[in-house]
């Protein structure tokens, strides 16, 4: 992360480690306010579904990374978990957990951000025909950018023209 330009390309890990240390931080200032959120199978690891309750994942608000910035800005005693002495310590405990997230042996290849955040390029009616599939659409790319750069994509698995049930 030192060598890490700011850049949120492709290629990089960085930015990988960066927004899922955001997720960690906010799960880790949330939790012990609303709760743990319940274990879904590794299978839907990015599903926020659950039992309906409120937890930490279930709350959000459109203006959470304003909330996020002024926590951070002016560290509040009252929303720094009792686990921690500082927020120096929350921010290594998310940033650590937020390297660890995709349990990868294999180094932080797997943590590139076009293979965390690939986009889905698919003809809607083609690509459905397994034969044709192939010539229809360029299929799963990677990509640079997020939700938080001039070139926003989103958040979720980002398709085109294909539709996931």
Known sequence: MRGWDGRMTADSAAPTIGYRARVELSRLLLEPKLGAAPTVPAANMNSDQGDGSLNWKTYGWGMQSVWLENIL????????????SSYDDLLEA?????????GSTSGLDFMALGQFRPVEIQHPILGRIPVLRRWSGP???????????????????????????
């Open 139 to 165: 299929g799963t790319q990677p990509q640079s950018g997020s939700g938080y750069t001039v070139k926003a994509v989103s958040a979720e698995p980002w398709t085109f023209g294909t539709t996931h049930s």
């Open 94 to 102: 998310a940033v650590e957990a937020g390297r660890q997230w995709s």
């Open 73 to 84: 800005q002016h560290q509040p005693k009252r929303w720094l978990p009792d686990s921690y």
